[in-house]
């Protein structure tokens, strides 16, 4: 340890002569705090780090975060809360994820490769339907010891409903939850394995695998009469780290109805499996404070036409008690619907002894169970999705574990399905059209082996990509979207599914389509995208 921290104290010096030489004045804070009793703390070299995101102080001895301030970090901690002293010298603990490392050497850097980029390729997106999220900011290596932190204890920035954090919160995104994400090594994936002697991804049992159907919401008494959602999440409802959203936010569109709210238990006539009211529930979570949150809501038109989502009230179910003993058994459930915020720490909210929600629990069919063990370890989706989702990650099995010979070989994976696939799931429309033409393909191809499929499940989901990829004009997918929108929305949709199941190829498709240049980068999958580094 001696070793170490001269090591680091000689670090200090030289960064301080760099900065004198380059003209720049020596960083405000430079002393080295004591070292407390218990902790693993270090002074950190380059110190000063940009904030993300507004955050008020929680508890005594917290720093309160502003969007954009520079806070200069004093401490690191291994639970993920660091000390911090902000551009007014007030002190307190800050939360890592809230921040982003500044090095002018690298944003200069960053910004001469973006202006070259695009005078290369132009700055006009190539899809409005299947996008790729923006670039990351590159960090430095960091040769000091770093500690992994779970990122279950880090609090997220607080919603008041789950349709605000859907649409705000790329971490509660199914696109988040299906990207393959490095381990701790960088490496290999912490939530993608591969039985190399069976050729195939290695099976994850959980704690909490089972079958969600929603029956229906009672008493409603008119509300929805422009449309209603049900959003579901697992819910952290910690008292320590605060309350927070601890996996992706799932979304049903509810019939509405005078009185009752209820959900199909199959594709629609159309082929709509939006208003579909099973889902999967998958947790590996070992703490009983994480519970299952369903949240009613209600679509409102404004002034101007639009349409806005108003919570109604929630319900929650605990997965597990203090033991581990999973405590969501196989039955009938009739849960009054609360009327409470979901970060309302004082008032547990009032029961409405009028709205109920009737739900079934069961244990997935034998004819799913082989695709839901190889799902992520936390996930909720629709019964509907699972095959395509996955062949999705059977395909990124074999190319980032099975056939990559060097984990060192390439930061960008050329490969269209994992680059594009993870993001177009977020438009819940286009997973639930692939899916369709998906499980209609699938049956013709039962003879095949499970290799040859994956590989016909690439080749139909890369040229959905490409014909919607090269069309400009695409309306973008929205829950809160009104009836025209919807109705231009499913034409358009349509249309896709007819050039792909006319069995003809991506040229012939495109020969009598208006089409825009596509970028080469959307066909590459980042290793250290936003959603693959932990």
């Known amino acids: ?90 002190r307190g603990l800050v939360p890592r994820t809230f921040l982003s490392h500044l090095n002018k050497d690298d944003v200069m850097r960053e910004q001469k490769e973006e202006e070259k980029t695009n005078r290369l390729m132009g700055r006009e997106e190539t899809s409005q339907v299947i996008q790729r999220a923006p670039e990351p900011e590159r960090q430095p290596v960091d040769t000091q010891r770093t500690v992994r932190t779970d990122r279950s204890t880090v609090p997220r920035p607080r919603y008041g409903s789950l349709g605000e954090a859907f649409l705000y919160d790329k971490h509660v995104s199914l696109s988040c939850h299906l990207t393959p994400r490095l381990s701790e090594s960088n490496l290999s994936f912490h939530d993608l394995f591969w039985n190399h002697k069976q050729d195939m991804l290695r099976k994850r049992h959980v704690r909490v695998s089972k079958l969600v159907r929603l029956v229906r919401i009672e008493k409603m008494n008119g509300l929805g009469a422009d449309g209603g959602l049900v959003r579901v999440c697992l819910f952290d409802r910690s008292s320590k780290t605060g309350r927070q959203i601890v996996s992706n936010v799932h979304t049903i569109r509810a019939k509405c109805g005078r009185s009752d709210w209820t959900f199909t238990e199959k594709r629609d006539k159309n082929g709509d499996g939006l208003s579909f009211g099973e889902l999967v529930l998958r947790s590996n979570y070992r703490l009983s404070r994480v519970n299952l949150l369903i949240q009613v809501s209600t679509l409102e038109k404004t002034t101007n036409g639009d349409l806005q989502e108003r919570p109604v009230g929630l319900i929650e179910l605990p997965l597990l ?149 090269a069309r400009p004009h695409m309306t973008p997918f929205s829950w809160l979207s009104n009836q025209s929108m919807i109705d231009k929305r499913v034409k358009e949709m349509k ?10 190829t991506v040229s012939t498709a495109l020969l009598t389509e208006k089409c825009q240049p596509l970028r080469p980068l959307f066909f590459s999958f980042d290793l250290f995208g936003e959603h693959s580094l932990d």
């Open 321 to 469: 008690d203090d033991t581990g003993n999973v405590l969501l058994t196989n039955k009938s459930y009739a849960e009054s619907v609360k009327e409470v915020s979901l970060f309302d720490d004082l008032h547990p909210g009032v029961a409405s002894s009028l709205r109920k929600i009737i739900l079934k629990v069961r244990d997935p069919p034998r004819e799913m169970t082989h695709y839901i063990d190889s799902m992520p370890d936390i996930l909720l989706l629709s019964p509907l999705h699972l095959s395509p989702i996955y062949y999705f990650r059977r395909h990124a099995g074999r190319v980032l574990i099975r056939d990559r010979h060097s984990p060192f070989s390439a930061e960008l994976v050329n490969d269209l399905t994992l680059a594009l696939f993870p993001s177009s799931c977020d438009d819940a429309d286009t997973l639930d059209m692939m899916a369709r033409l998906w499980v209609g393909t699938e049956k013709t191809l039962a003879n095949l082996n499970c290799e040859d499929i994956t590989t016909q499940f690439h080749q139909l989901f890369s040229s959905l990509c490409l014909l919607t990829l």
């Open 1 to 90: 340890e001696e070793s170490d921290e001269e090591e680091e104290e000689v670090e200090m010096k030289r960064e301080e002569k760099r900065g004198m030489k380059n003209g720049e004045s020596a960083p405000d804070i430079v002393e080295r705090p004591e070292k407390r009793e218990g902790s693993r703390g270090r002074v950190v070299s380059g110190n000063l780090f940009y904030v993300l995101s507004d955050l008020p102080a929680d508890q005594d001895g917290d720093l309160p975060l502003k969007k954009g301030d520079v806070i200069a970090i004093i401490e690191t901690r291994s639970d993920g809360w660091w000390m911090g002293e902000n551009e007014a010298k007030q």
């Open 495 to 504: 249309g896709l599914s007819t050039s792909l199941g006319a069995k003809t």
